[in-house]
């Protein structure tokens, strides 16, 4: 597309008069056509090279450029500057004009650059000062993966209408962010705005890219959940040939034959190399993207950010729709038109022939990127410093004059940019996001979304139409029962779910089948051991094994298992307690490590219960030097089971083999001791599996009852979501109301009861007043006098009492015991404490009463009610 | 204690008792059926109690060696003895004893709790050997130095102490100072200290404790530094070059000379001592550099040599067990299909082909054996031989030095003797006018005298060089012998025969087992 077909994106004021233009160019088209066949008509018979002409010009059909106004709604709502232009505004709007007609003079068969696109006002702005540096004051805004994570994720995309023209509009970051969607540039923009903010080197890139990345079409892409991690390969630590080593034994193979099954192996190797590849190819073939006809044409946006600051080592491109960041010699990145940030303007000057491979973002080159402002300190071309400081004097005067001279850009007319907390949050458009990828499909959720915290779920699938399931893994976060991550294997129908630390089994793994969740069946359970006092690391079980292994135990126990046999049938429910009916134990095999503080000899390596045989053996460690162990068997007595009796021992109750034939054999005591002691773990150790038992069906349980509650856990600090701290906050709001409300209690009308009488009359007249003053003051004279009374009687009655209590106590002296004496003694010691207070209660009454009264009058001499009369 | 002193015959520790005690502290029911059957030994036991037994003198004890947990208390015990063979006691009650000193606890080094409550004793001391020690009592005694409670502080250890009952106690300062002096201290006399005691007792004490601290201090220092020496000196040692690194050798030769001193107030011939001793010294220093590189060395090698051979060893060792293991799991298997196996024809085929089995497994044991006993034998060899090359040049380059230092030596008595005879022919002319020691003057007899006693010096000087010479080499010999020997002697002989045995023991006790198992079939 050549530049003159592109006036009309340029002159975005002028564009109702174009519209009326071109509409009347057409209407003049329409006119003009019967005209022409008049006139063929006219000459039909003439020849058949204008039958053929005509022809020929009838395929050339002229479509009016269709221009679509942006819809502009609402202009109220935003502020002056995204209105109008100010005069420095308008001065770069012009310079960048200027650089504008002198590019495409220069370089005629150059595509438009994006330099003056429309606001969301319409109102022409230059696209630096469309960037606003912003820090958001979130965490994950602090990196460049995180800041375009978020910017992919929050905002929707929108593809460009025709996609290989400039847009003609540019909303504002802050727009954008409002309203969640935005084509690429406004996502770059505003992708670039927080990098600047997060204090990258970050610039908006206008260039080509495949359909793929344009339309943000991942599902050629492997997910990058998926991916694997690249492993670090350990060197293997090469043995140095010491000089001592032994000889090998000889080889009394023979070599030819050797070589000859070598050359077999290594063929079959190739072969199968070779079908691996002929597949792999064929299947790249199957899945290459149809070729496209736009292909180096589509516009896309995307940012670059060089290396330097913020310890970025190597420049990379960022992709904002998909949030990925890629290397700036990537295949889908096909070249580079321009690019900016809220400094400076540079128009690529490069071949991009071959995409953006050959690209060298020295933007100091001149020959390599022009750029529009000369002024801006940054990327001058490294001139070497001994010539600048002889001639260091002069150019720095010359430098600041020139300075002086030149245009520097204007502040940005964006608003602030501004998020808040939940929007932050909800990340995704109503908080959900599913991406498709290359055989997986991918859903987002913003953190308590979902009742049971699903964050992430990734489905990966078979096939490229998404039909057969092979797996799901499903994340979760801020879960109670801190479930992180759930992986259901569709094919093996295997479920593993990882765990956080800090349950209260220390689960961390659980590997079950879907279909028998039940206790007693196949499964893996892995916890964290250091957690857990027996250490136990991890529990593989069957319908009829169970083995556990353990870490860093005092015992140097590390390995059990246990072998269950069927449970002996009984009459009894179905439903009843398993515990009441247990599977017997067959055999447990523990296994220990060496302790090192016992003789080989006497330390055991392998312990065997055979239950179902009564039979006992061990199996010691090998000595340092011995290649053979000793062992040890018991039969059980036959009573050994009973508690309480003795046990009899008899010399054929136990064999053993010494590997040590010197050895003197240990004393009967002593193996008599071994095998009470054993017994006697035998017992625990069979506890100890009874146990084992009980907590996988209590883990299982409790799995259960949290899966069908599936609580969330909230942080003590989100105020907004912890119900406890909200309801606690509106309690004190409430009380605080409350407290208010007594207050305004607290001035009641003292007239009211008052005015009542008189029927509350809007008006109070003067004898009106007179008489509620009167009545008013009566009426506390009253209650003064009653209270005075009230107190009067009070002491009367207790006087008499003890008058009374006084006499009776002369009467009856002498018959009284000490006990009754104290207690009359008491009376009166309090009777005479009652009586003292009422006297001074009467008497402050009476100095204060008259008081009261004065104030009353006072106060109603000073109502507003009644003060005209008084 | 002193009523039954004197009441009561004192009784001695004899077989009876002890048999007695043994006895009745031993196992019970069954297991005391059991041991009554067999016997017990006194080494076997780990706990005695001797209690209000009126026992005099601790005797008698010494066949008890694995005792740890010995209780004497309530006795008329007056001294502590006979306890040196009961090196594994952790446990000691000697409480209510009339004990007055402190002693015999030389060979208890693994002792924890000791108990001397309610004796005669006036002077914590002798227990250095006890650096265990974590629980001490000694309350009811008669110490009267409260300064004495210093000795406790070497027991890193101590956690609990019991003091009360004795003279000190009235002391107002007693607590706080016990507190401040031994800080380790978690309970004193049977109540756990708490923070605000230990604060203000440490404040209180504060100077003399910082004093006796730095005291310890330097003492520590001390003793480390000379440890180190000590170490130095030994590493020296073991590379033949002890005393090189200095003019010791060089001094040595001078002390037992007689002559030596009277011709050093020779004129001129002190200079000529100063830049022989300079010269003398450096070759030494020289030799004494090149020993130790050479022991660095030798050291080296042989660690080389042993971990190539526990290598192979290992990795032979390791081959076996498994070879070992498959088979008891083959064993396992082929049992248990006997044991339910009917038909006599089977069974025997059976028998029979595990008998070839045990043969067969025989067979690659011993085969390991040999290879490994082949690989052995040729290291060692290469071994033996890298030695003794080291070994031979070492002992050249010794005598290579050791040579340049009689060089010198016989340089210097070259003038020596001549000065001597000019000096002498100027004493004669009476030329001589420096003063001449008395001594020396005698010497200035006649040509014969002076040039005896010249050669005498020499003589004596070269015989001090050439006895350090043999001795390096007799050493640096002696110790290449010894190793190879052990070498031989241990890794060779000893290994090979204890491991055939084993393979022979193991391969005897699978054919045992078939048969004990035919008995249980035939039942």
Known sequence: MSEENHTPVEDGLLEETKEDSSESKSTADVDQTPTIEEETEAELEESEDVQAMREELDKIKIEPPKIDLPVFENLDAYPLSYKENDNKETLVLQYAENFRRQFVHLYRDRKPLLLNPLNECGVEKFVCTTIRPTLLPYQEMYDYD??????????????????????????????????????????????????LGAGYDAYVVSGYATKEMCLCDETREICPLMQKKKEVKKEEETKESKKYTVKPAKDLRSKFIMKQEQRKIEEQEKEREKIRKEEEEKQAELEKPPPDDLFGLRIHSWVLVLSGKREVPENFFIEPLSGGSFPTDDDNFLGIESLWNNTNYWVCMQDCSNGCKDLIFDLGDCSKWEYMFPHIEKPQLQIPEVEEDALDFDDDEDEEKEEEKHLDLPPSWV??????????????????????????????????????????????????????????????????????????????GIVTEYYASGRSRHLKEHIYKAV???????????????????????????????????????????????VFGKRPRKLEPAGSNPNSNPRPILKIVDRFHRNKAKPANDDVAELIFMMSEDRIQLMFHHEDTKISASTREFLKPPNANDKGSVLTMSPDMTSTFQVDPNSKQPKDLIIYQMLVNLLEREEATVNMVRDSEEEVREILSDRDHEESVSELSISVYDTERNEKAKQHRKELERLQMEEKMRREEMELDYLAPFLAQIGDPEKIVKAQAFTLKEDCLADLKHRLIDKANLIQARFEKETTELQKKQQWYQQHQVSMNKEDEEEYLNYCSEAMFRIHILELRLNRHKETAPHKYMALEQKLRTDSRLAEYF | MSRLYDTVEPAVIDEEMLLKAVEEQGPKEEAGRIAKQEGIDFCDVVQLRLDFKNILKIDNLWQFTRLTKLQLDNNIIEKIEGLDQLVNLIWLDLSFNNIEIIEGFDKLTKLEDLTLYNNRISVIENMDALTKLHVLSVGNNNIEQLENVKYLRRFKNLQTLNLSGNEFCDDGNYKAYIVAHIPSLVYLDFRLIDESTRVAANEQYKYSIEELEADENAEERKRVSEKEKQDLFELHKSAYVENLNGPFLFDSMFFDDTEGPKLASLPGVEELLITFKEKFTEICQQLFEFGLQEHAKRKKEVSEFFECIEDAKKENKDIAAEKIDSFLAYKKKLFSEIQHMSDQKVLDSRIEEYHKEVNV???????????????????????????????????????????????????????LLEIAVITLEKFVKNELDDDVPDETKLLLVDKDTIQNAVSASHDLHLLKIDNREDEIITRANNWMAALMEQIHQDEEIKRNRDRICEINNLIDHLNDELDNLDLHGGL
């Open chain 1, 516 to 562: 028998t969740p039940g206790p007693e069946s196949e499964r893996t359970m892995i916890f964290y051991h250091h957690a857990r006092v027996d250490g136990l690391k991890k529990r593989d079980e069957t319908a009829t094994e169970m083995t556990e292994y353990f870490v860093d135990r005092d015992d140097f126990l590390y390995y059990r298992h246990v």
């Open chain 2, 361 to 415: 497994i025989w067979d690659q044991l011993m085969g390991y054996e040999l290879q490994l006993v082949d690989q052995l034998e040729e290291t060692i060899k290469e071994f033996d031989r890298n030695m003794a090359d080291m070994v031979s040049l070492f002992v050249e380059n010794v005598q290579a030095q050791i040579s340049q230092c009689r060089e010198l030596e016989n340089q210097h008595h070259e003038k």
């Open chain 1, 415 to 492: 608003k602030t940019l501004c998020l808040t907390l939940r929007e932050f949050q909800t990340r995704c458009p109503s908080g959900k996001k599913t991406l498709l990828y290359k055989r997986a499909k991918l859903e987002k959720f913003a953190e308590y979304l979902n009742k049971n915290g699903l964050v992430t779920k990734l489905s990966v699938y078979e096939d490229k139409e998404l039909q057969q399931l092979v797996r799901i893994k499903e994340w979760y976060s801020n879960r109670l029962d801190k479930l992180q991550l759930r992986v259901h294997n569709h094919r093996k």
């Open chain 1, 146 to 195: 995180g800041a375009a994570e978020f910017v992919a994720d929050y905002i929707t995309f929108v593809p460009l209408a025709p996609p290989i023209e400039l847009p003609k509009t540019l909303f504002s970051p802050a727009t954008v962010l409002a309203k969640q969607k935005g084509h690429c540039l406004e996502m770059s923009t505003l992708l670039c705005s927080l990098l």
